[in-house]
């Protein structure tokens, strides 16, 4: 009875081996893939629009002040303590605006940041997916972040070049060596 169970245990664990040794295993660095799209260029750029409107209205903000407050020093000497007073509560309140503007602005440029990538990430994600389904592929490993912590590169394939394809991205050959 023990020599039965031991042989169906074994035949159990060969049959594990087998089915997981028939699996396959993918790898990609999605932020390489993502970088070469020409939709991530075309983020950027808008990106960097809006970020230069917001730095335009920061910096208008700031001029008022410099304006301001320069005044204020030229003449303090003669403003009475009322007048003294009631400009410097409207250099506080002008700080204040600019402190709330910065704070707003930098909350409107992360949530720009993620409408304007999400896209971008989504058509990289489908295309990750028509190749693993093409390809056979079990699981796909994101290597972007350096999760894991160990893997055979020979037994997992680098489906980049396929994804890439799939996207469009057409590779720049490297920049030949100069001849000597």
Do not use: W
Not at 54 to 67: K, P, S, T
Not at 76 to 97: F, G, H, N
Not at 134 to 147: C, E, I, K, R
């Amino acid at each position: 009875m023990k020599r039965l169970f031991r042989l169906a245990v074994m035949a159990v664990a060969v049959l594990c081996v087998g089915s997981v040794s028939a699996q396959k295993f993918a790898r990609i660095n999605m932020q390489e893939v993502i970088v070469a799209m020409p939709e991530f260029a075309e983020m950027q750029k808008n990106l960097e629009a809006f970020g230069k409107d917001l730095q335009e209205q920061m910096e208008q903000i700031q001029v008022e002040f410099n304006n301001r407050a320069e005044e204020f020093q030229k003449n303090q000497a003669t403003m009475a303590a009322s007048v003294k007073q009631m400009k410097q509560q409207e250099l506080q309140q002008i700080q204040q605006r600019y402190t709330e503007f910065e704070r707003i602005a930098n909350e409107d440029f992360q949530k720009k940041q993620a409408e304007l990538f999400e896209p971008v990430h989504k058509k990289a994600q489908e295309a990750v997916k028509k190749v693993a389904k093409a390809g056979g592929y079990v699981a796909v490993f994101d290597l972007t972040n350096q999760s894991l912590a160990y893997f055979d590169e020979a037994q997992m394939v680098d489906i980049a070049p396929a994804v890439k394809k799939e996207l469009g991205i057409v590779e720049q050959p490297a920049a030949a060596a100069p001849a000597k």
